[in-house]
Nanobody, 121 residues
């Protein structure tokens, strides 16, 4: 059974930090690129950060670049999102996603259930 389980969300003051974790099971984690998305109330889900299968390459949305860091530990089947200098506009439900390309245009994608991050004083 495939599972992605996020943890580490919560309430934090502006300027604070949180570290989200995404524990994977039921598939070969090291074969999948990992991403973090977020969805704020009334807004569409947006891509926050991605990392390749090895973790050697990362990409970030402009709004979080320099503040967030995505990483992964393939030995632990876990991905992370370190969030620093948090702002109220970072408030959202954060989701991790695993994706593997299949053929020329297909993909195999899994989603976690999400974890709430609230930035407020």
């Amino acid at each position: 059974q495939v599972q992605l389980v996020e943890s580490g969300g919560g309430l934090v003051q502006p300027g604070g930090s949180l570290r989200l974790s995404c524990a994977a099971s039921g598939f070969t984690f090291s074969n999948y690129a990992m991403s973090w998305y977020r969805q704020a109330p009334g807004k569409e889900r947006e891509l926050v950060a991605t990392t390749t299968t090895s973790g050697g390459t990362t990409n970030y949305a402009g709004s979080v670049k320099g503040r967030f860091t995505i990483s992964r530990d393939n030995a632990k089947n876990t991905a992370y999102l370190q969030m620093n200098a948090l702002k109220p506009e970072d408030t959202a439900v954060y989701y991790c996603s695993a994706v593997r390309k299949i053929g020329l245009s297909g993909e195999d994608r899994y989603w976690g259930q999400g974890t709430q991050v609230t930035v407020s004083s």
